[in-house]
């Protein structure tokens, strides 16, 4: 099991923004494509963002001019700053570790999860 330690989840008002953080191990960290989905209530998990090793990232459309996603290679961590969030971003979040390189938008292409983070957004 490679342990994923989200951090930065919380509440905010509608425009706000949050910062959330993954940290993992250096071994399960180099060499993988990282990335963050989300699960709003009663709802599938979907896809957010994901970056690959070499910094190539991805967006779900909905996101894309709002979040920025981010790797230090150096502290084995992945972000996430989230702006001008809206009420729908509410869910948890999830960090999730690729099993290659490839940060696709696709959930089974991913090996290992953290447990979430809350976000929510208020109007």
């Known amino acids: 099991q490679v342990p994923l330690v989200e951090s930065g989840g919380g509440s905010v008002q509608a425009g706000g923004s949050l910062r959330l953080s993954c940290t993992t191990s250096k071994s399960s960290f180099d060499g993988y494509a990282l990335g963050w989905f989300r699960q709003a209530s009663g709802k599938e998990r979907e896809f957010v963002a994901a970056?690959?090793?070499?910094?190539?990232?991805h967006y779900q459309n909905s996101v894309a001019d709002r979040f920025t996603i981010s790797r230090d290679n150096l502290r084995n961590t992945v972000y996430l700053q989230m702006d001008t969030l809206k009420p729908e971003d509410t869910a948890v979040y999830y960090c999730a570790r690729g099993k290659t390189e490839y940060g696709t938008n696709v959930a089974s292409d991913y090996s290992y999860w953290g447990l979430g983070t809350q976000v929510t957004v208020s109007s």
């Open positions: 970056i690959s090793p070499a910094g190539y990232l």
